[in-house]
Structures are given as structure tokens and as C-alpha cells.
Nanobody
Framework: QVQLVESGGGLVQAGGSLRLTCATS????????????MGWFRQAPGKEREFVAA????????FYADSAKGRFTISRDNAKDTVYLQMNSLKPEDTAVYYC???????????????WGQGTQVTVSS
């Protein structure tokens, strides 16, 4: 069983920065952290969960939602089984619960991620 634990959320003023961390542990079907495509998603109150960013197995390729491009950076450290989301120039509309997730294929679809963390709250005040 793969466990994902997010941290780093909090309250920040507009224009500020936060760095989210997703620590993973465990394995299933012989897979290690480096064999998972990792993504960050978010869900605001009353809205559907949406894709934010994803990173390939080696970290060489990254993918971003339009809302995240130029402000957010996803990265991973396979030696530490950890994925990060650096968020800069935060806006009130970035307020949401942020989730880390793992997939066995290249995808930005919520439905194709196999493992999820419990989420961390990010609140951006104006």
C-alpha cells in the first residue's frame, strides 16, 4: 500500500509563496516511488477537484494547468521519495485543499490517479 502525506499548507497573503511537500512511503505490486507519475491537484469549496501540476518519473518532464504556469513549479526527489510544489505569486483564487497523487501512467486526469494523500489546506488572503 502506498501512502502519501502532504504538508506545507497554511495561510499566506496574496503575492506570497508556499512550498508543499508530499512524502510517500510503502509500495504495491513491486513499484517504487520512482515508477510513479506524480501530480498535484486542488479542490476549492463547491468546486470539482482540478489538476494543478504533474512530473514524470525522472523529473525531466513537467506539466501544468494554465492557472499554474509561470507561478508554480513541481519537482521530485526520488532519493527521498518526495515530490514538491513551489507556489509563488499566490492569489486568493488559489485557495483550496491541495492533494498529492500517484499514477502508473502519464496523465493529468483525476480519475487515472491510483493513490491520493489526505490533502493540505492553502488559504490566500487578499
Amino acid at each position: 500500500q502506498v501512502q502519501l502525506v502532504e504538508s506545507g499548507g497554511g495561510l499566506v497573503q496574496a503575492g506570497g509563496s508556499l512550498r508543499l511537500t508530499c512524502a510517500t512511503s510503502g509500495r504495491t505490486s513491486g513499484r517504487t516511488f520512482s515508477s510513479y507519475f506524480m501530480g498535484w491537484f486542488r479542490q476549492a469549496p463547491g468546486k470539482e477537484r482540478e489538476f494543478v501540476a504533474a512530473v514524470s518519473w525522472s523529473g525531466a518532464s513537467t506539466f501544468y494547468a494554465d492557472s499554474a504556469k509561470g507561478r508554480f513549479t513541481i519537482s521530485r526527489d526520488n532519493a527521498k521519495d518526495t515530490v514538491y510544489l513551489q507556489m509563488n505569486s499566490l492569489k486568493p483564487e488559489d485557495t483550496a485543499v491541495y492533494y498529492c497523487a500517484a499514477a502508473v501512467k502519464v496523465t493529468t486526469s483525476t480519475y487515472e490517479y491510483n493513490h491520493w494523500g489526505q490533502g493540505t489546506q492553502v488559504t490566500v488572503s487578499s
